[in-house]
């Protein structure tokens, strides 16, 4: 089955600076690649989402880039704001509904 | 105000009990999925229904139990057979079959007595 590898699990970085996680996955047939953010206490949230015919997307301070040959695909949070600390987890789905997780990555903003 | 609600946010299950864990949503959603998310990790699928009466395992699905006799409600049943049911559990729906889960409930925590 496919398995996703999330790094790194915990990120601290000055408000302001930019913020990168990366995810690499295993299964080639793999062709949705979600990104969720999720607030202490609350629910997760689809903030992003690629799929395998495009290489890069982008929305406001928030971009997903995905390198098919390489199997991995990344996160990008330009300008980083306090509100933006919370864990993010990205996963990987060959369709039907089944998406595999990482295992997330706890991003801390510093004012 | 559309949404996904759980409940009981807090259930607390003795030994070689059943308990069952509510979902229901508003959002005319045809896809429902019930995942399990412990400390450190990511979520983890148990079962998935992409249509009214029809539902299929996840990843983890043993010990527990779902139906789907309503579009709009996706209970999940947590049995005897689950030995390690302290978690984190959320439901999740999407606006169609294939798609990812694009909405999420506010979770029901659930601890062993």
């Known amino acids: 089955g496919e398995n996703v590898e999330q790094h790194p699990s915990t990120l601290s970085v000055q408000e302001g600076d930019s913020a990168v996680i990366k995810c690499t996955y295993s299964d080639s047939a793999s062709n949705y690649f979600p990104w969720y953010k999720q607030e202490l206490g609350k629910r997760p949230q689809l903030i992003i989402d690629i799929r395998s015919n495009v290489g890069e997307k982008k929305d406001q301070r928030i971009a997903v880039t995905l390198n098919k040959t390489a199997k991995h695909f990344s996160l990008h949070i330009t300008e980083t704001q306090p509100e933006d600390s919370a864990v993010y987890f990205c996963?990987?789905?060959?369709?039907?509904?089944?998406?595999?997780f990482g295992d997330g990555t706890t991003l801390t903003v510093k004012p | 105000d559309g949404g996904i609600t759980q409940s009981p946010k807090y259930l607390f299950r003795k030994e070689g009990q059943n308990v069952t864990l509510s979902c229901e949503q508003n959002l005319n959603h045809d896809a429902m999925y019930w995942y399990r998310q412990d400390p450190g990790q990511g979520l983890r699928l148990i079962y998935y229904?992409?249509?009214?009466?029809?539902?299929q395992k996840g990843d983890i699905a043993e010990g527990y139990s779902v139906s789907r006799e309503k579009k709009e409600s996706f209970p999940l049943t947590v049995t005897s057979a689950q030995k390690n049911p302290t978690a984190f559990y959320l439901c999740?729906?999407?606006?169609?079959?294939?798609?990812?889960?694009?909405?999420f409930g506010d979770g029901t925590r659930l601890s062993i007595l």
């Open positions: 229904s992409q249509i009214v009466n029809d539902f």
């Open positions: 996963a990987a789905s060959r369709g039907a509904g089944k998406s595999t």
């Open positions: 999740a729906s999407s606006p169609r079959t294939g798609l990812q889960p694009q909405h």
